[in-house]
């Protein structure tokens, strides 16, 4: 596959092309309410999930950038806790922060080769753990999305809050 290939691919896969859905739509016209609301059954809300994407996201722009960030003990640390309030105001921040991480990403995806193919470091040693590229990492990134904005669409069908305009509806 060639190189402009892979990122134009990639870069379909972080805003939602073909079988996967558009993060951005799937997150956009949610109020907090609904976006703080849990389902019996189910752990999160939406609003973690856009949060715990945010979290990786941002986790992930520090390595890619050079940065060694702490990994997590436990998974616990990258979901926000459910007794935690949500006004509108921080619903909103946490939409746009998600917008302008894809952004981001997606900008990463469009670097040179010699970005693309820049090492960057393991989360923590582990004897024979491979090296990763930053290209790498955005692959891994936009697979991450995918999984969970199916998720926040499958909630957003359950709560009755899906419409055509974020996606397909079959």
Same mark, same amino acid.
């Given at each position: 596959?060639?190189?402009?290939?892979?990122?134009?691919?990639?870069?379909?896969?972080?805003?939602?092309?073909?079988?996967?859905?558009?993060? /951005?739509?799937?997150?956009?016209?949610?109020?907090?309410?609904?976006?703080?609301?849990?389902?019996?059954?189910?752990?999160?809300?939406?609003? #973690?999930?856009?949060?715990?994407?945010?979290?990786?996201?941002?986790?992930?722009?520090?390595?890619?950038?050079?940065?060694? &960030? /702490?990994?997590?003990?436990?998974?616990?640390?990258?979901?926000?806790?459910?007794?935690? /309030?949500?006004?509108?105001?921080?619903?909103?921040?946490?939409?746009?922060?998600?917008?302008?991480?894809?952004?981001?990403?997606?900008?990463?995806?469009?670097?040179?080769?010699?970005?693309?193919?820049?090492? @960057?470091?393991?989360?923590?040693? @582990?004897?024979?753990? &491979?090296?990763?590229?930053?290209?790498? /990492?955005?692959? #891994?990134?936009?697979?991450?999305?995918?999984?969970?904005?199916?998720?926040?669409?499958?909630?957003?069908?359950?709560?009755?809050?899906?419409?055509?305009?974020?996606?397909?509806?079959?």
């Amino acid at each position: 596959m060639s190189e402009s290939m892979n990122q134009r691919t990639l870069i379909e896969l972080l805003y939602g092309k073909g079988a996967h859905a558009n993060p /951005v739509a799937a997150v956009q016209g949610i109020p907090s309410q609904l976006a703080r609301h849990t389902l019996e059954g189910y752990p999160h809300s939406i609003w #973690q999930i856009v949060r715990h994407m945010n979290y990786w996201m941002d986790y992930e722009l520090r390595r890619i950038s050079g940065e060694e &960030p /702490v990994y997590p003990t436990h998974a616990a640390e990258s979901w926000p806790s459910p007794s935690l /309030v949500l006004t509108e105001s921080e619903w909103r921040q946490a939409t746009v922060h998600f917008t302008a991480s894809l952004d981001r990403l997606s900008a990463l995806a469009m670097a040179d080769l010699e970005f693309s193919n820049r090492e @960057v470091k393991p989360t923590h040693a @582990v004897p024979g753990q &491979p090296s990763y590229s930053a290209l790498d /990492v955005l692959w #891994q990134l936009a697979m991450h999305n995918s999984y969970h904005v199916g998720q926040i669409v499958l909630l957003r069908r359950m709560l009755n809050h899906w419409h055509a305009e974020a996606g397909d509806t079959w």
